[in-house]
């Protein structure tokens, strides 16, 4: 009997493949972690049962996703120690940036995401002086099509990417937010106004740094306030994209 052996391109694909799922396995965990089951993860990535239990047997089994008693699943010590120490060198470089940003806007709060996946991960934040604030705890995870940091983060991406995002959301909701990408990308500034949060608008800049990572920086303030503020804050966010943070 003559055997064959399996063409290279084909392990490959399937190498690819299987990367893919796990990513988009992860993503989804990130985004509504201890929320999720077996089930709920195999509707979500349209993968069959039995292709979603070898899926997570393996990424629990490595370290990178955690199961409770109840069967749900959340990010796994040995991932959330990876993010912790990226977000914490991040955080470090970045930290004197934000700080001028407040002090530049008269003490509105000042928030540090990177992009992980579908979301904005908020790493630090200097938080406002005023009694009215925005405030957003580290760790949160916020979505892209809504944020200012997210859509800035979008408008950093290259076209492939962004597509690949938009390809989720509604054909209006897409279309909309093309025409706001191609926007940012000509002014350098993101704006989310009212849309994630009824009564907060903000302000984002972001541009690739620090291992070829995703970083945002923005001003979150009630509308209210924003709307009195927002050349300072625009004029605060320029500067900040100057700051030698970037090249680190």
């Known amino acids: 009997m003559v055997q064959t052996e399996r063409n290279p391109a084909t392990n490959r694909d399937e190498g690819i493949q299987v990367l893919r799922r796990a990513a988009a396995a992860l ?35 490595v370290g990178l996703v955690s199961v409770d008693a109840n ?13 912790s120490a990226t977000g914490a060198l991040i955080s470090a470089i970045f930290r004197p940036t934000i700080e001028r940003v407040a002090r530049a806007t008269d003490g509105e709060t000042v928030d540090l995401s990177i992009l992980r996946g579908q979301r904005m991960l908020f790493i630090d934040q200097i938080e406002s002086s005023h009694r009215l604030r925005a ?33 989720r959301l509604d054909a209006p909701v897409a ?3 093309r025409r706001e990408i191609a926007e940012i990308r000509r002014t350098g500034v993101a704006f989310d106004r ?3 949060t009824s009564g907060i608008s903000a302000a984002a800049i972001a541009r690739r740094s620090v291992g070829d990572n995703m970083i945002a920086i ?31």
Not at 71 to 83: A, D, I, K, T, V
Not at 227 to 241: F, G, P, S
């Open 27 to 61: 993503d989804e965990i990130a985004a509504e972690p201890g929320s999720l089951r077996l089930v709920d993860l195999g509707e979500r990535l349209g993968l069959a049962k039995s292709t979603t239990r070898r899926l997570l047997v393996g990424l629990v089994e």
């Open 71 to 83: 069967g749900r699943f959340s990010l796994g010590e040995r991932l959330l120690g990876f993010g």
């Open 135 to 167: 405030v957003s705890a580290i760790g949160v995870r916020f979505p892209l099509h809504d944020t200012a940091n997210g859509k800035a983060a979008l408008a950093a991406l290259d076209d492939a990417d962004v597509e690949a995002v938009l390809s």
């Open 175 to 177: 279309d909309g937010l």
């Open 194 to 196: 009212d849309e994630h």
């Open 218 to 248: 923005s001003v979150p303030t009630p509308t209210e306030r924003f709307l009195e503020k927002e050349q300072q804050i625009i004029a605060a966010l320029h500067t900040a994209a100057e700051s030698s943070a970037w090249a680190r």
